[in-house]
Structure formats: structure tokens, C-alpha cells
């Protein structure tokens, strides 16, 4: 039955006749036929995606009956239906194979997201006064093609833009054949921390514009330069799974694991051996390590093959990377790092990985080519326990994935569509995205949520969440196999929702000039295979300039070391990512794996950073760069490096539903606009700091712990 | 013979990355009390990954350990419950059974292991947020103690499965959310009766230990110790 | 004794019952006021939730069981002090035994509302009464909450039979006096009392055997409540010293309630010849004997934990000693030690003012003894992250003070209907017969004041 088709069954005339009687007419139950056949109490298992990042773990959703009250053919009443109870980990999915981080446990609540848009809406108010009424997908299609019939008939088809998020699927190349088909440029993809530089260095090491995978079940020695993979980076669920196998899998063979990173990350907290660095100078480290294999003959320099030829020195044996030179550039012992060279080599199958903060720096795509080119001479590129490319890999809109302030700021557009993105929150304040926007004569939106970008909008289209539509996903990475999984609803859609890929579509038939869609439906969008990967020509030949040889050159760091004293290190959160999942209940009060904190913002600084500034637990403080000030409590944290401030990003949404709304900071405000020189991927890590404690505790940071240490009296001794 | 469920805790494969926290949550209808209750000691966590910290910058190293409740054999909390909502059942499990509970809150006293959570007011779920409930688990009322349960309503359901197909239960049938949400693998569920099983087997290992083993508890969950570089 | 002496004897006595000033009005509807606002405030408490008192999760216990203990501490003053006085056959004992005795059973009734208060579903209080309910559940006898039930209510009902037997034969003096309805009240409560040899030999008797009886039962007492905590191992409750420990302290608090008791009511009864100066001075030896075992006591628990170092317990002591807690620590220790044995060791100082000043300490370095053995323990258990602290809050703290409210309260309305002095007993005491009763020695006969 089509659920259009509903019937109205029974006025359950005892119940509204109980409640009329409260005054509450419009309450009355409406009981709607069940158009399911579920089995009261019988779970059914329904596959599905988590949408919740780019990892694309496949979900395994337990749907069972429940009373719904929702809406049907404009009448309220209530329907027995199948709805979502929990998601797992989908077992033999070759990423998530059984398993889902926080965040993917936490995705139902974005289907049940008590804030979450119902209906379209349209801009009554002042933009972003939060002033917007309801109207009918009829008319809120017809405002939209209106816009876009306007520019057609302006011959001003350019000036259509598309925000996006990067690699959402084939409903991003459904987007780009629209936009495409219109005459306007390809989507604009925005994300904060993306991994362009990584991308760019693996193009010119290997010939893989995309993202590592690496074989960690086989690993016997792992080196992890800043990549936070156990708990947000690349694919975690994957890589927390081989990174147990590489534990404990083997029996009598356990992997060993260093960390290289300036503040503890969740993943650094793992390794057996912890090396903090100075920021921004991984790389040296890593060629340091591979100079004393060179040197020692451990290695041949051969191994490195073209990942070498692209570092400067290479043939030469790294004559400037002497351990003695590493310790004064990195601040690791010249000692550990002849150690660490020979355990790599010694321990094999080992592996270098680089992620994260080492590579936004001015100088990422050195950190990241010097760590490709380790990993060639470690013999670790293809091999058993080592990095791989997943397979037939096409990225779903070809073309630029870097979020550039420029590509943001020219949005020189006279109509905006917004699809699953919220840079007004993630983009440093720097980049003036929020103004930008405010030129922009026509926004719409498709988000579910009031957020800082959607509400900047002038008409709201919502889409169906992820477990009331077709979605699909073609990861770039977290399995030696190809993967694509493609899942129809769980759930019929609670609301007047509508899947944005239809919506598009629907849009696309209604312009004046009709654009001709491959596609009739989201269903077919989603089950569209990619168009065959094109033979991979080498970016040799593609673009020469790649190959030119790097050097390492010192980090820039926005604002004087004199004035602001400290690097200054956001960090994408276990619970909220980039921020996107900051409001979802259970995730916000989820302890946070590091501190224990809930329903908060911190900032970390090192336990005698804080004594010398007489700065204690709890306190506030000011946390100034030379683009602003931000206020948060202290966590005092013995794994940050006495010159580092670190700040989880997710907190600080000015408007995002009632769970995260006003709650803490955000410390992307205060990030310096510096890029990789090469990439033009923003530099996060870039930014100095000064701080200064502002007055005492104000009862925001809520931690669920009581004491950091497990036996505090006896560190107090020592 | 009955089984006698029990857990291993692999802390050299735990990342501690709290999806066991969340996952228990999700399976288990436990509520969110909010930051302003959560800042007054009150969030609910039936399983919790505690974290440590050792030694100063530089050398300074993390630990990271789940609790949740050990099913003690020698529970502290049961004989204390003057109404019997804290007990003993068949198969080892420590029930809670939040009917007989008046919330005394002396069963959380007792317990060494500090897993069992007092509901201080009535759990809300703003709507639509009460349809993720989970039907097999009772939501549970103003005053009374709630706590992992083993994940009771998962064995039942397998336990009741195995007996309409007229099968044995395999190794490895029950799953409990949080073991079934670790991707590292760290967490292993099953009968301790039998020894063949996979947490049979890694109780034994020269690598396990209990969690404060001297109070006498004689929990279920055992701890495999984390290793260091060899 | 003297017609005279013994007609005064009654006017004095039986004054507060048959003369009722304006104050007395004034002072119970200020002390109904404030019980009034305790109860409306449990009630708060029950309609919202246990969330708005200040307990969390790892301190789930606090103020109302530290009122717990504190009351069925306060308890001890009366039955046990005045059965220990009866049988030793202490001659000064008679103006003091009832006002003690009512002090038990009130401090008993307030003390045995706590762990219904402290219920999260007190509406269900009754499952801890021993019944076999209509699934044939009985409560679990095993739990020492169920213990508690049993010992309470024990030594409640042997109190109110120790207070009430020896009450005959004043409610019969009364009825004999009051005309009325009041006649009629004290003619049904006399229980038909005659004065008869032979009700007098069955009284005594009766007073013998509950003299002897209501002493392991008071004993019990406090020994099953020190159980709550010493059975749960918990860090510094799982001691096995804290059976006589919580015995000491009850005594100790409850010789502290009787002597401020005492002397409200030497002054607002106007008893200053009853109720003499050396009362107050035999029960400040007293107090200073307890003064020391408590202190003995505490001395002997923080010493073998120090010295053992055990690393939870050592963690709840240095909490207690130095942490956050050591303000209320040391504060208990001044009250509970320093001030008692300073004024009860120098003569000169133990005045009735002297008695009354060390009392008051002793109340309230009582109550935070009881306060500092739950709640640091509680914040402090085995595991370090599972750590808390604990803050009271509005609702706590109305309850808390409402109750001394409550037994002010019933002090005054029992005074204001029985004879606060045991009218026969002082006779008696005046009076070389009947031969059970020791006579009082010259310096208690009535009348005379003594430095
Ligand atoms: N507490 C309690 N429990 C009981 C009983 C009791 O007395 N008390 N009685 C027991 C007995 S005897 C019985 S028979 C069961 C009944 O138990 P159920 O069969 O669960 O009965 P209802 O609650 O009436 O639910 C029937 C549902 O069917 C839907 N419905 C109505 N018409 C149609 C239709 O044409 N097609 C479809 N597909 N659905 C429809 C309605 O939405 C309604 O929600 O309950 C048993 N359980
Ligand atoms: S890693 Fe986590 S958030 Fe990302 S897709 Fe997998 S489950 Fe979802
Ligand atoms: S899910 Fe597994 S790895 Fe993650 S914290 Fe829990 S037990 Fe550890
Ligand atoms: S861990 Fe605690 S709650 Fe669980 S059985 Fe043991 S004592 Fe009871
Ligand atoms: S709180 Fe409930 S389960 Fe715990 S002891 Fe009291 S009645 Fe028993
Ligand atoms: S076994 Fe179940 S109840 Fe216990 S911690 Fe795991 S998920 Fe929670």
C-alpha cells in the first residue's frame, strides 16, 4: 500500500471525546491503518549506512513496531509502524565488520532529534532572525524553481552555487549532473578537517589521489605521526578493529605502536611508546628516521621508489637529517631516534601513517610526502602489514576538494543551495564565510536542523534522514576491497520531509527549460553504480610540476611566538567531530574518552603551564589569538607539551538545537586563515595563542570523573 | 548444567573509545539527565571507561579500563537489599529487579566497583526521542537503582530462540551491546561453564586478573592486562 | 516526708500541667511552624523527586542518614542511662530518669523517620516490614536494614514500656487532682492504679527486669546501626570496631541531649530545686568519661589506618584529616575532645553553664562524627574516577533542622502533660519506704541546693 494512501480507520471516539472535553480538540488520536506487516514485539534487522562520516560503515538497524504520531495527508493521528531501535555495526561489512564508533551508536538520535525540521520553511523575518514559517513542498519547490528559472532566463546560470559536504555519495553526483546540466560550476565542497594534503602527497608518492588503508592486523610495528586513527581519522571503526587484531590477534606476536603527535591523543594513549614533537615538524623526524637507515644500510635507498624521488636529499642520504639535527628540530632525542629507525626495520612489517595536525601546517604536504617516502623505503607500500589503496576508488564529484577561503568567499552566487554542511560554524571567522553568505541574494537549504548556516537560509527544504531513505556509500579507504553499500529506509519518514535527491530531481522537471536527469528517483541515484574508473594516468605525466623535489622548510606560524607563546591545537572531537554531531543527547553527555568531560568545552594545558600561571582546574581562560579571544575552563592535561594549547572542536554553536546551542566554545573562531603552501587546505594548526586565566570556575566543565590519577596520593609523594 | 555468564575485558585491544558506552546506552534505555544534573554527579553510565593517568610530561601514559558491574559471585550488593531487588539469579547474574527496588541506595554503597546508578528523577525523552526505546528493556521510574544487566533481555531472547529451534547454545550466540559495539574487540561475552568458550579461555589467561580481587567479590569480568612493547 | 513538703512537691510538679501560659502557645505553634515546614518539604521532596536533595552517585548516602544515626544516637541518653542509674541504684538518678526516658522514645520516633525519608520510593516503605507480602516475598533477613528494623523497633517499644510503667502512678496523683475531662484522660491512662502493696511490688518488678532487659536491647542498637556501614566494604566502614565505637558515641551524644534537656527545663519549669547543680556535675563526669573512650576510639581507628596504609582507606583518611573535609574534622575534634575534657576536668568550670556550653559542643561534633564517617567514604571508594563529592542542599537542611524542631516540639507538649519529674519517685526518695527504693542521700533530699 502506498503510505500515501492511508485511510483514516476510527476516530478513537472514547479518547477524543476524553481529551475534547481538556480543551485539547486538536489533540485528537487518530489511529491510521498499519501499512506493515511487523510482527508486534519481532525485530526485524534492515541494512542501512552511517552517515555520520566519510568511513562509511555499513549499519545493521533493528526496526520494530511502535505507535508513531505523526502526520498524514495533513491530518495528526497516530500509526503503528516499523521505526529504528538500534543501529550496529553490520557483521561481515568489509569496514565496520560488526562494529560502529560513538558517534555511529549515537546516529538514530538524528532520526529522532527532537528539534529536528518537519516540514519546509520559509524565511519570514530578517535573515537569520530565526523568523520562518511553514509552507507546502508545492510551494517551496515552486519558490526554488522560480530562483532558478530567474537565472536561466537572466542567462546567469553561473551564479547558481552548490556548498556541500565532500564524498556524500552518488547524491553528490547527482548534484554535480544537475548543476552541470544547468550551466553552473561543479559543487563547492567544504570541509574543516579535510585531508586534501594527504591526498595530494599520495598522488605524487604513489599515484593514488585518496586517502591510505592501511593492514594494521599484519603490522608488527606501527609509527603514527599525528593521525589520530583510533579515534576520528580516516576510517576508525576499521582501523580500531585490525588495530586489534595487530594486538592481540596473533598468538605470541604482538604489534608494537609509537605515537608521535604534541598533544595525547585518544589513540596516543595506546601506543607503547608516546613521543611528543614540536608542531609542525613531523616530517624531519621522519626523514631522520629514514637517514639513519640509509645511512646504516638498513635500507636501500631504492626502496622508496618514486615516494622518495619526491624529497629533496633523497639520493643523497639525507645528509641535513642527522639525528643530531632531528633533535634540534623536533625536540626528540638524537638517541630515539636511532632507536626507533632500527626498530622499525628490525620489527617489521612496520608502517608509518600521517594524519591530522601534522599536516595542517604551512609546510603539510613535506610531513606528508617525508612519511610516504618512509613507508617506501620501509617496504611497506602494497605489502602485508602495510598501506594500501582501497580499489576503483572515483571520488563522486571529480574536480577540487579543497575547502578554500577563496572558493568560499567569491561565492559570488546569486543562489546558494546548501546540502549537509554548516561552514558558518567550521571555517575560521577569518574567512568571512557568514558575510559572504549575507551577499548572497537566495539561499536555500536542505538541512535538517536550525543551524548557523541553515538559518541564514531563505527557504528550508528538509531532507528525510538517513534511516528514511535510500542512502549509499563508496568509501575511499578502510578496506583492502572496494566497497559500495547502497540501503533502502528503514523507516517510513516521521515527517513532511523529502529526500533532497528527489527534491532535485523534482526540481530539475519543473525548470521553464526541463533539465533531462539520468535518474527518475533517489532510489535509482543511490543504486547508480560510479561510471568505471578511468585508467589511473601517472600524476607524473598529469602534472609535472608534483614531482619537484621538497625541502623542508620551517613552519609559519601566524601571530609572534613573543606575543602569543603558545601553538594553539584544535582537535576534532571522539563525541562531535567537526561539530556536527554536537547535538545529539547522547553523545553530549558521553565522557569524553580523555578528560571525562560532558556536556562541555576545555582547554588543555600542561600541568606546570598551569602552575606558572597559577591556573587551576576549572578556571577560565582566555584563550587569544591575533584574530580573537575565546573563554573556556582549563583541563589540566599531563599529555599536552608545556608550549601547546589543545581544544577539542564541536562545542559553541550559537544555534543547534536545544543540545547544543549556547553550550561552550569554539575555537575554530580564533584560527589564523594560514594554508599549506602548496595545497591551499587551511593550516589549523597554525595559530599561536596567548593565555590567561580569567577568573575562577563557573560550573561549566562537568566531568564525570573524580580523579585523573588511580592512585593520586602516591603521584602527590613523589 | 546452568550457564554462568561472564565478560573479558581485553585492555590491550581496548582504544578506549567509548562506543561500548553509547552502545549500552542505546540498548538499554538509560537517560540522558542533562548537563545541569550531569554537573551534580547524576549522568548514568552502566558502563563507564575509566582512563588514567600516569607519570608526568613526557613520559606520561594513559590507561584505560571499562567497568561496568562485575556479576560479582559474591555480590556485596545482594545481601544488603532488604527487598531482594538486588539478587542472585540461576545463571550468576547480578538482577536488578527495579519493581522490588524502594531505593535505599545501600546496594551502591556496597558496591566496590561504584557501577550502580540511582534514577533521581523520572527519565524524559523529549519526542520523539522515546521512539528509540528499546521494548525489551523496562524503563525504569523515580527511586530505584538500575545498573548493567548483562545485557539480560539479549540472553533471554537467544536463550528463548535456542529452545523454540531445539538447539544448544553456541559460543559466542549472546552478544551484549557493548560487546557487540567494540570494533576492537576488546570485550568477550559467554558461559563460563563452559570451558571451551571464548571467555573461558581468556579468563584463564596468565594475563587476567579481577578487579579488586582482595575485597573478595569474585566478579565475572576479567581483565587482561595491557602489554608494553616487547 | 513532710505533708508539707510533699504537697509543695506536687504543685511544683504537676504546675506545668494544670497552668498554661501564653509562651507555652507561642513556643508550639513557633516549633509546629518549623516541623510543619519540614513535612511540607519531604513532601516536596517525595512529589519531585530524591534529585533535589544534594546526594549523587557515588554519595548516595548523607544528611538524612547521618540524622539517622545522630537520633538513635541522641536515643541512648535516656532508657540506657536510666536503667545503668537504676540498677547501680545511683540515689541521684530520680529527678532525672524521666526526662531521660522521653528523650529516648522521642528521639527514636524521629530517628526511625529517616530511613523512610531517605527512601527513593518512600511509598513503598512498607516492603521492609517483615510480612509475607501477596507474592509470599518476605523482606531479605540477611540485610542489616532489615536488622535495623527489628532492633528500632525493639528498643522503641521496650522504651515506651520503661517510660510509661513508672508513669502510673503520677497519672493516678494527677487524676486525682484534675477535675474534667482531664480526670477523665489521666483516670484512663492510671490504668486503674491504686496504690496497692501489691501494684506497688509488681511495678518494682516489672521496673527490675526492663532495667536489666533494655540494656542489651540499647546496646543492640546502636551496635546493628554501626552494622549499616561496617557490613558493606566500604573504605573505613568495614571495621570491626565500629559496633562499641557507635555504642560510645550514642551514649556520649545522648548524655550531651539529656543535660541541655535538663537544663531547659530546670529553667523553664522553673525546677531549680529538683533538678540541683550536681546533676549537671555527675553527668559531666560522665560526659567526660565518654569524652575520652570516644576519643580513645577515634584515636585507635585513624591509627591503625595510617599505620596500615591501605591505599582506599589511607585515601578516606587523608580526605578526612587533611582534604576537604578537614575544616568539619577538626571541628568535631575541638567539639567532641578538646572543649568536653577542658571543661569537665577543671571543677570550676563544670557549672550547669559549663555542663551546657561542653553539651552543646558535644551535639554537634556528634552530628558531623556521624556526617564524616558516611559521606568521605562514600566520595572515596576503591576506584579513583568513580570519586565524588557532596554539597547539601535546601531541602536537607529544612528536614535536618525541622527535626530539632520535632523534638523540641514534643519535649515541650509532653512536658506540659505528664510530670517531667517522677512525682512517686522523688516521694519515694524522701521516704525510707517502700523498701525497694533506696532512700536519697542527705545531700539530694529535697529541698536543699547544693553547690
Ligand atoms: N493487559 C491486558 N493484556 C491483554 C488482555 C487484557 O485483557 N489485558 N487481553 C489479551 C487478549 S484476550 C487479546 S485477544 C490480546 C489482544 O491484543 P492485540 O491483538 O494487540 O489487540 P489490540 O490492542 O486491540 O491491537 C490491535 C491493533 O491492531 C490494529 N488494527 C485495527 N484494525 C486493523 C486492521 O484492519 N488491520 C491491521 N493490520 N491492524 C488493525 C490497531 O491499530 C491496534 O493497535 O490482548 C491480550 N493481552
Ligand atoms: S566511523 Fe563512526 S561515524 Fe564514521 S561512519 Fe563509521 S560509525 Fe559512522
Ligand atoms: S568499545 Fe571496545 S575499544 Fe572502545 S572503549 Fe569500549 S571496550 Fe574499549
Ligand atoms: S559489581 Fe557491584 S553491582 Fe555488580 S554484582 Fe558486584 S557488587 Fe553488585
Ligand atoms: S536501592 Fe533498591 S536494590 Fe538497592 S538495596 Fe535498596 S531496595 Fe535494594
Ligand atoms: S553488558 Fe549490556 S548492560 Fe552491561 S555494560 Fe554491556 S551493554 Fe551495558
Not at chain 1, 604534541?262 to 596516543?268: A, D, I, V
Not at chain 1, 572558493?407 to 559572504?436: C, H, I, M, T, Y
Not at chain 3, 512517686?424 to 532512700?439: D, I, R
Request: with cysteine.
Amino acid at each position: 500500500m502506498d503510505r500515501r494512501d492511508f485511510i483514516k480507520l476510527t476516530a478513537v471516539t472514547g479518547t477524543s471525546a476524553t481529551l475534547a472535553s481538556c480543551g485539547n480538540s486538536e489533540h485528537q488520536l487518530i489511529r491510521f491503518v498499519p501499512d506493515e506487516d511487523l510482527v508486534p514485539g519481532v525485530a526485524e534487522w534492515k541494512p542501512g549506512v552511517c552517515p555520520l562520516c566519510a568511513a562509511g560503515c555499513g549499519l545493521s538497524v533493528r526496526v520494530m513496531e511502535a505507535d508513531v504520531e505523526t502526520v498524514r495527508n495533513g491530518q495528526a493521528g497516530v500509526v503503528k509502524m516499523g521505526v529504528a531501535k538500534k543501529l550496529e555495526g553490520q557483521a561481515g561489512h568489509p569496514i565496520s565488520q560488526g562494529g560502529l564508533c560513538a558517534r555511529g551508536q549515537a546516529a538514530i538520535q538524528v532520526t529522532y532529534h527532537p528539534d529536528r525540521l518537519a516540514h519546509p520553511l520559509k524565511r519570514s523575518g530578517a535573515r537569520g532572525a530565526g523568523e520562518l514559517k511553514e509552507v507546502t513542498w508545492d510551494e517551496a519547490i515552486a519558490e526554488l524553481v522560480g530562483h532558478l528559472d530567474a537565472l536561466a532566463a537572466a542567462q546567469d546560470q553561473k551564479s547558481l552555487a552548490f556548498l556541500t559536504r565532500p564524498r556524500r555519495g552518488r547524491r553528490l553526483a547527482l548534484a554535480a549532473e544537475f548543476l552541470n546540466r544547468f550551466g553552473a560550476p561543479a559543487p563547492v565542497p567544504f570541509e574543516l578537517f579535510g585531508e586534501e594534503v594527504l591526498r595530494r602527497a599520495n598522488a605524487i608518492s604513489f599515484g593514488h589521489e585518496q586517502l591510505p588503508t592501511f593492514d594494521l592486523a599484519r603490522s608488527r610495528f606501527v609509527i603514527a605521526f599525528g593521525a589520530d586513527f583510533l579515534g576520528t581519522w580516516n576510517s576508525p571503526v576499521a582501523q580500531n578493529a585490525a588495530y586489534g587484531a595487530m594486538r592481540q590477534g596473533r598468538p605470541g606476536q604482538r604489534g608494537a605502536f609509537v605515537q608521535v603527535e604534541s598533544r595525547m591523543s585518544l589513540t596516543g594513549a595506546n601506543a607503547d611508546q608516546w613521543v611528543p614533537v614540536k608542531p609542525g615538524t613531523d616530517g624531519v623526524l621522519a626523514l631522520g628516521l629514514a637517514h639513519v637507515m640509509l645511512s646504516n644500510k638498513l635500507r636501500p635507498a631504492d626502496a622508496a621508489g618514486r615516494a622518495g624521488a619526491a624529497i629533496d636529499g633523497w639520493s643523497g642520504g639525507l645528509a641535513d637529517y642527522t639525528p643530531a639535527r632531528v633533535e634540534q628540530v623536533t625536540g626528540v632525542s638524537a638517541k630515539r631516534v636511532d632507536r626507533l629507525a632500527r626498530e622499525l626495520v628490525e620489527l617489521g612489517p612496520a608502517v608509518a601513517m600521517i594524519g591530522g595536525a601534522p599536516l595542517a601546517h604551512t609546510n603539510g604536504l613535506f610531513h606528508a610526502l617525508a612519511v610516504n617516502a618512509l613507508n617506501g623505503l620501509l617496504g611497506a607500500v602494497g605489502q602485508p602489514g602495510g598501506v594500501f589503496f582501497t580499489p576503483g576508488f572515483q571520488p563522486s564529484v571529480p574536480g577540487p576538494q579543497v575547502p578554500s577561503p577563496q572558493a568560499l568567499q567569491n561565492l559570488s552566487a546569486k543562489v546558494l543551495l546548501v546540502d549537509d554542511v554548516n561552514p558558518v560554524f567550521g571555517a575560521p571567522k577569518a574567512w568571512k564565510v557568514r558575510e559572504a553568505l549575507a551577499k548572497i541574494p537566495f539561499i536555500a537549504s536542505f538541512s535538517s536542523f536550525l543551524d548557523e548556516t541553515s538559518s541564514l537560509a531563505d527557504l528550508i527544504l528538509p531532507d528525510h534522514s538517513f534511516l528514511e531513505s535510500w542512502v549509499d556509500s563508496t568509501p575511499e579507504s578502510g578496506a583492502l576491497e572496494a566497497v559500495t553499500t547502497v540501503a533502502g529506509p528503514v523507516m517510513k519518514p516521521l515527517y513532511q520531509t523529502r529526500a533532497t535527491a528527489d527534491v532535485l530531481i523534482e526540481v530539475a522537471g519543473k525548470l521553464k527549460s526541463p533539465i533531462a536527469l539520468p535518474w527518475k528517483t533517489a532510489e535509482e541515484v543511490a543504486k547508480s553504480q560510479p561510471p568505471a574508473p578511468s585508467p589511473q594516468s601517472p600524476p607524473a605525466a598529469r602534472s609535472p610540476e608534483r614531482l619537484a623535489l621538497r625541502k623542508y622548510s620551517e613552519p609559519v606560524f601566524d601571530g609572534d611566538a613573543a606575543q602569543y607563546p603558545f601553538h594553539f591545537l584544535p582537535y576534532m572531537s571522539q563525541q562531535f567531530g567537526d561539530g556536527s554531531t554536537a547535538h545529539l543527547p547522547w553523545l553530549q553527555e558521553m565522557p569524553d574518552p580523555l578528560t571525562s568531560a560532558m556536556w562541555s568545552s576545555w582547554v588543555e594545558i600542561n600541568p606546570q603551564t598551569a602552575e606558572r600561571l597559577e591556573i587551576a582546574q576549572g578556571d577560565l581562560v582566555d584563550i587569544t589569538s591575533p584574530h580573537g579571544v575565546v573563554r573556556a575552563p582549563a583541563m589540566i592535561f599531563p599529555g599536552v607539551a608545556p608550549d601547546v594549547i589543545a581544544m577539542p572542536v564541536g562545542q559553541g554553536h550559537e544555534t543547534f538545537t536545544r543540545y547544543a546551542s549556547n553550550r561552550g566554545v569554539n575555537p575554530i573562531g580564533i584560527l589564523a586563515p594560514a594554508t599549506d603552501a602548496e595545497t591551499g587546505a587551511l593550516a589549523w594548526a597554525a595559530t599561536r595563542v596567548k593565555i590567561a586565566r580569567a577568573g575562577g570556575g563557573n560550573g561549566s566543565l562537568i566531568m564525570f570523573a573524580g580523579e585523573m590519577r588511580e592512585h593520586p596520593h602516591e603521584h602527590e609523594t613523589r | 548444567m546452568p550457564h554462568k555468564w561472564g565478560m573479558a575485558v581485553d585492555l590491550d585491544r581496548c582504544t578506549g573509545c567509548g562506543a561500548c558506552v553509547t552502545a549500552c546506552h542505546a540498548e538499554n534505555n538509560i537517560p540522558t539527565v542533562g548537563p545541569a544534573q550531569a554537573a551534580r554527579g547524576r549522568a548514568m553510565h552502566w558502563l563507564r571507561v575509566e582512563r588514567y593517568w600516569e607519570g608526568d610530561f613526557p613520559d606520561v601514559r594513559l590507561t584505560f579500563r571499562p567497568v561496568m558491574c562485575q556479576h560479582c559471585d559474591a555480590a556485596p550488593c545482594e545481601p544488603v537489599c532488604p527487598t531482594y531487588a538486588s539478587h542472585h539469579t540461576d545463571e550468576g547474574l547480578n538482577a536488578q529487579v527495579y519493581n522490588r527496588c524502594i531505593g535505599t541506595r545501600y546496594c551502591a554503597n556496597a558496591c566496590p566497583y561504584s557501577v550502580r546508578f540511582f534514577d533521581f528523577f523520572n527519565p524524559q525523552w523529549p519526542k520523539p526521542l522515546h521512539l528509540q526505546l528499546n521494548p525489551d528493556v523496562s524503563v525504569r521510574e523515580v527511586g530505584v537503582m538500575e545498573k548493567c544487566t548483562f545485557c539480560v533481555q539479549r540472553i533471554r531472547a537467544v536463550e528463548i530462540d535456542a529452545k523454540a529451534e531445539k538447539r544448544e547454545l553456541k559460543d559466542g550466540d549472546v552478544k551484549p551491546a557493548c560487546v557487540q559495539g567494540c570494533s576492537a574487540r576488546a570485550l568477550v561475552f559467554g558461559d563460563l561453564n563452559d570451558p571451551e568458550s571464548e571467555v573461558s579461555r581468556l579468563s584463564r589467561s596468565p594475563r587476567g586478573s579481577k578487579l579488586l580481587e582482595d575485597v573478595g567479590t569474585l566478579p565475572k569480568v576479567t581483565y587482561l592486562e595491557r602489554q608494553t612493547q616487547v | 516526708m513532710s505533708e508539707a513538703s510533699a504537697r509543695k512537691l506536687g504543685d511544683d510538679l504537676l504546675r506545668p500541667l494544670l497552668r498554661t501560659s501564653w509562651r507555652f502557645y507561642a513556643l508550639v505553634a513557633f516549633l509546629g511552624s518549623i516541623v510543619l515546614t519540614g513535612l511540607c518539604t519531604w513532601a516536596y521532596q517525595v512529589y519531585n523527586g530524591f534529585g533535589i536533595t544534594g546526594i549523587n552517585n557515588p554519595i548516595f548516602w548523607a544528611f538524612y542518614i547521618t540524622n539517622f544515626v545522630f537520633w538513635i544516637g541522641i536515643s541512648h541518653a535516656g532508657t540506657l542511662i536510666s536503667a545503668i542509674l537504676r540498677l547501680v541504684n545511683a540515689g541521684w538518678r530520680r529527678p532525672v530518669t524521666r526526662c531521660a526516658e522521653v528523650i529516648t522514645v522521642f528521639a527514636l520516633m524521629i530517628g526511625a523517620l529517616f530511613p523512610i525519608i531517605h527512601l527513593g520510593r518512600p511509598w513503598l516503605f512498607f516492603w521492609l516490614i517483615p510480612y509475607p507480602s501477596n507474592r509470599q516475598i518476605w523482606p531479605n533477613f540477611r540485610s542489616p536494614l532489615v536488622w535495623d528494623f527489628f532492633a528500632i523497633n525493639t528498643y522503641l517499644t521496650g522504651s515506651v514500656l520503661f517510660l510509661v510503667l513508672p508513669m502510673i502512678p503520677d497519672f493516678a496523683l494527677v487524676r486525682d487532682k484534675a477535675t474534667g475531662v482531664r480526670q477523665k484522660v489521666y483516670a484512663a491512662l492510671a490504668l486503674g492504679w491504686q496504690g496497692t502493696p501489691k501494684q506497688w511490688h509488681r511495678l518494682e518488678s516489672a521496673m527490675s527486669i526492663m532495667a536489666i532487659a533494655i540494656i542489651p536491647v540499647a546496646v543492640s542498637v546502636h551496635t546493628i546501626v554501626s552494622f549499616d556501614f561496617s557490613m558493606a566494604p566500604v573504605p573505613m566502614w568495614h571495621s570491626t570496631m565500629f559496633g562499641p565505637y557507635f555504642v560510645a558515641g550514642a551514649i556520649f551524644s545522648g548524655i550531651a541531649g539529656l543535660i541541655v534537656a535538663m537544663a531547659a527545663l530546670r529553667k523553664f519549669l522553673h525546677l531549680e530545686e529538683y533538678l540541683h547543680p550536681v546533676h549537671f556535675q555527675n553527668l559531666g563526669k560522665l560526659l567526660l568519661l565518654m569524652s575520652l573512650l570516644w576519643s580513645y576510639f577515634v584515636f585507635a581507628e585513624r591509627l591503625t589506618i595510617w599505620y596500615g596504609n591501605e591505599s582506599s582507606e589511607v585515601a578516606v583518611l587523608n580526605v578526612t584529616q587533611k582534604g576537604s573535609f578537614a575544616p568539619l574534622y577538626w571541628t568535631m575534634v575541638v567539639c567532641n575532645f578538646v572543649v568536653p575534657f577542658f571543661i569537665m576536668s577543671i571543677k570550676r568550670l563544670r557549672t550547669i553553664a559549663g555542663c551546657v556550653i561542653a553539651s552543646f559542643c558535644v551535639l554537634i561534633g556528634m552530628w558531623l562524627e556521624r556526617f564524616l564517617i558516611v559521606v568521605p567514604s562514600l566520595g572515596h571508594k576503591y576506584l579513583p574516577y568513580a570519586w565524588g563529592t557532596y554539597r547539601p542542599r535546601p531541602v536537607e537542611i529544612i528536614i535536618t533542622m525541622s527535626t530539632f524542631a520535632a523534638m523540641t516540639l514534643l519535649y515541650t507538649l509532653f512536658s506540659k502533660f505528664v510530670p517531667i519529674i517522677s512525682i512517686w519517685e522523688m516521694k519515694a526518695g524522701e521516704h525510707p519506704s517502700p523498701a525497694l527504693f533506696p532512700a536519697a542521700t542527705r545531700e539530694h533530699a529535697l529541698g536543699e541546693t547544693h553547690a
